[in-house]
C-alpha cells in the first residue's frame, strides 16, 4: 500500500517537473528570442519589475542619439497603429498626462483627450493615415484640461507604417494669448480712452481758441470803439500798442507807433500850469517805478511843429509777466482839452460877467448918486441926462441878467418854444426899434420878405436882435445892415449883413461855442460870449441851421433857417 502511494506520488512528481520544464523551455525560447531580438536592434528598452516598482531600461544601440533626443523633447512624442494604441511614448508625454510611462504605452491615445474631443479625434486619425494634419485639442490630467497643439504625420517602420504623433503644450502660449488679448483689450480700451481723451482736448481746444478769438474779437473791436485812447509801453518806454482813438488823438500812425516812446522829446509833456513835465513824473513812468495804478492825472501835451497844444487825462496801471516782475505799463486817456477850455472859458466868463455887470452898475449908481444930490435943485437938462444914463445902465444890467439866465436855460434844456405862424415882413419890422432910433445904422431888409414861417416868434425876435447888435458893434457908423430872407427848400434863410473888419477863419468854427468871446478886433466891445451860443440852441430847438460866412475886411453875415408854415 505504501508502495503503491509512494509511486503515484513519483508519478505527479514527474508530471509537475515535465511542466516545469516546458515552461522553462518555453521561458528559454523567449528569453533566446529577446536575446536575439536585442543582437539584432530591435528591442529599443526593457521595463523590470523592482522592489521600488518597474523600471525603464533603454538599450545602446547605433540609433541611441535619436532615443535621446526623443526623450529630451520638450513635447510629447507618440507612435500609434491603426486602432490608436500606444506604441511609443516618451516622457514627455506621460509627464503631460501625469502618469508613469508603462500606463501610457498600450493605451488607447483617444482616452487621453477630453470626452467631447475623442470622436472628432479618431476622425482627425483616421484622416492623417492619408494626409498630415494638425488640431489643436484638450488633453486630460489630474481633472484637468491641457491645450495641446497635435501634428499627426505617418511614419514608415520596418514593421510597417506607425502614425507619429507630436503634442505641443499650449498653455503657456495659450496663457501668454490670453494675456496678450487681456493686454490688447486693455490698450485698446486705453486707445479708445486715448482717442476720447484726444477728442475731448480736440474739442476743448478747439472750444477755448474760438473763445479766445471770440474774447480777442471783442477785446478788439472795444479797443477799436473805445471814445478813450489806449496805449501799451514795454520795460524801456517804447510804445508797443496804440487803439485807433489813441492814434487819432496823438496823430500818429501804425509806423509811428513802432518808433514811439512815452516820452518823446518832439512831443513835449507839460503840467496843467504850463511848467514842462519830467519824464519820471508822466503816469506811466510813475505805474512802472511805483508799481500802483495812477488816476485821472492830467497833462498838457504839444505836438510837433505849429500844432494846437492839446490836454489829455490819463490813467495808467503797471503790466506784470508771470513772474511778477513789471514788464510795462498800460494807459487809458481821454482828450479833454474841450473840458479844460470849457473850464478855462468859465474863469473867464465869471470874470468878464463880473466886469461887464460891475461897469453898468458903477455908472448906475453914480447917476443915481447925482440925481439923489440934485433932488432938492434939479437941473432940468442934467436932470434929464442923468436919468437917461442910468436907464441905458440899467438896460445893460437887464440884458446881461437876460443872458444869463437864457444861458442858464439852454444848458439844463429848460428852453422852451411857442410856436405859431407869422411873416417874416412883421417880424422884420417890429425888431429893433432902439438901432432905428438912434439912427446910426440904416437897416435895409429886401428878399422874400411875405414869407410864412412856423416859430415861436419871440425867439427868433431875440436871435434876429442879436445878430443886428453884433453887427452895429461891427460895422460902425453910417454903415447899412442888410436882412436878407429867401425861400430854401421848406425852410426860410434870413441873413444878416455888416461891412465891418471880418473875422479870421480861425475863430469861425468856435463862434457858436458857450462863453467864446472874438479876439484879435480892432475895437473892445463887451459882452459875455453868450450871445451866439444861445441863438444857436434856439434855431437848434426850431429845427434849423446856423452859420457864418467872413473875410477879413470885407465883413461877415450872420445867417440862419427855420420852417415855412405848411
Request: proline share 4%; with cysteine.
Amino acid at each position: 500500500m505504501n508502495e503503491e502511494l509512494t509511486y503515484q506520488q513519483l508519478e505527479r512528481d514527474l508530471a509537475a517537473l515535465k511542466a516545469e520544464l516546458l515552461e522553462t523551455r518555453i521561458q528559454l525560447e523567449e528569453a533566446n528570442d529577446t536575446i536575439e531580438a536585442i543582437r539584432n536592434g530591435e528591442v529599443d528598452a526593457l521595463i523590470m519589475k523592482a522592489d521600488d516598482g518597474h523600471q525603464l531600461y533603454t538599450l545602446r544601440s547605433s540609433d541611441q542619439a535619436y532615443r535621446i533626443f526623443i526623450e529630451q523633447m520638450t513635447t510629447g512624442a507618440l507612435t500609434l497603429n491603426r486602432d490608436g494604441v500606444i506604441l511609443f511614448s516618451n516622457s514627455k508625454f506621460a509627464e503631460m498626462v501625469a502618469l508613469p510611462l508603462e500606463k501610457v504605452v498600450g493605451k488607447l491615445f483617444f482616452n487621453f483627450l477630453a470626452d467631447d474631443e475623442q470622436e472628432h479625434c479618431k476622425t482627425l486619425i483616421e484622416n492623417a493615415w492619408s494626409v498630415s494634419c494638425k488640431q489643436e485639442l484638450h488633453l486630460v490630467a489630474s481633472n484637468t484640461q491641457m491645450p495641446v497643439l497635435l501634428s499627426l504625420q505617418t511614419l514608415a517602420l520596418e514593421d510597417g507604417i506607425a502614425m507619429s504623433v507630436i503634442v505641443t503644450d499650449l498653455s503657456i502660449q495659450k496663457t501668454q494669448r490670453r494675456l496678450l488679448e487681456e493686454k490688447n483689450k486693455a490698450l485698446e480700451q486705453a486707445r479708445q480712452l486715448a482717442d476720447e481723451l484726444n477728442d475731448n482736448l480736440e474739442k476743448t481746444v478747439r472750444k477755448r481758441t474760438a473763445e479766445l478769438y471770440a474774447n480777442q474779437e471783442r477785446l478788439s473791436r472795444i479797443l477799436e470803439t473805445m471814445a478813450e485812447g489806449v496805449g501799451i509801453i514795454d520795460s524801456h518806454g517804447n510804445l508797443t500798442y496804440a487803439n485807433p482813438m489813441a492814434q487819432k488823438i496823438l496823430g500818429l500812425t501804425q509806423n509811428q507807433n513802432e518808433e514811439q516812446t512815452y516820452n518823446d522829446p518832439k512831443w513835449a509833456n507839460f503840467r496843467i500850469d504850463g511848467t514842462p513835465l519830467p519824464a519820471d513824473e508822466h503816469p506811466m513812468a510813475l505805474a512802472m517805478s511805483t508799481g500802483e495804478p495812477v488816476y485821472d492825472q492830467e497833462i498838457a501835451v504839444q505836438p510837433p511843429g505849429n500844432a494846437e497844444r492839446f490836454y489829455i487825462s490819463i490813467n495808467a496801471a503797471p503790466i506784470r509777466d508771470e513772474n511778477g516782475a513789471i514788464a510795462g505799463s498800460i494807459g487809458t486817456f481821454m482828450d479833454v482839452t474841450h473840458r479844460r477850455k470849457a473850464l478855462q472859458q468859465k474863469d473867464e466868463f465869471i470874470s468878464v460877467a463880473s466886469h461887464e455887470l460891475k461897469t453898468p452898475i458903477t455908472s448906475l449908481k453914480a447917476s443915481l448918486q447925482l440925481l439923489y444930490r440934485m433932488k432938492d435943485k434939479p437941473d432940468p437938462v442934467t436932470f434929464a441926462k442923468f436919468i437917461e444914463q442910468a436907464n441905458k445902465s440899467l438896460n445893460k444890467v437887464s440884458v446881461l441878467v437876460d443872458d444869463l439866465l437864457n444861458g442858464t436855460k439852454v444848458t439844463e434844456g429848460q428852453l422852451q418854444l411857442n410856436k405859431q405862424v407869422f411873416s417874416l415882413q412883421s417880424l422884420i419890422d417890429d425888431c429893433c426899434p432902439h438901432v432905428r432910433a438912434e439912427g446910426t445904422n440904416k437897416l435895409i431888409s429886401y428878399g422874400e420878405t411875405q414869407l410864412q414861417v412856423n416859430a415861436d416868434p419871440q425867439k427868433i425876435d431875440q436871435v434876429l436882435v442879436n445878430l443886428v447888435n453884433n453887427a452895429v458893434k461891427y460895422a460902425g457908423t453910417s454903415q447899412p445892415i442888410l436882412i436878407h430872407t429867401k425861400r430854401v427848400n421848406d425852410f426860410a434863410k434870413i441873413s444878416v449883413t455888416d461891412d465891418g473888419p471880418g473875422i479870421s477863419k480861425e475863430q469861425l468854427p468856435h463862434l457858436f461855442e458857450r462863453y467864446y468871446r472874438g479876439i484879435g478886433t480892432s475895437q473892445l466891445l463887451s459882452g459875455l460870449g453868450l450871445g451866439l451860443y444861445i441863438c444857436a440852441e434856439i434855431i437848434k430847438k426850431h429845427g434849423g441851421r446856423i452859420g457864418v460866412e467872413s473875410t477879413i475886411g470885407k465883413g461877415s453875415t450872420f445867417w440862419f433857417t427855420i420852417p415855412l408854415a405848411k
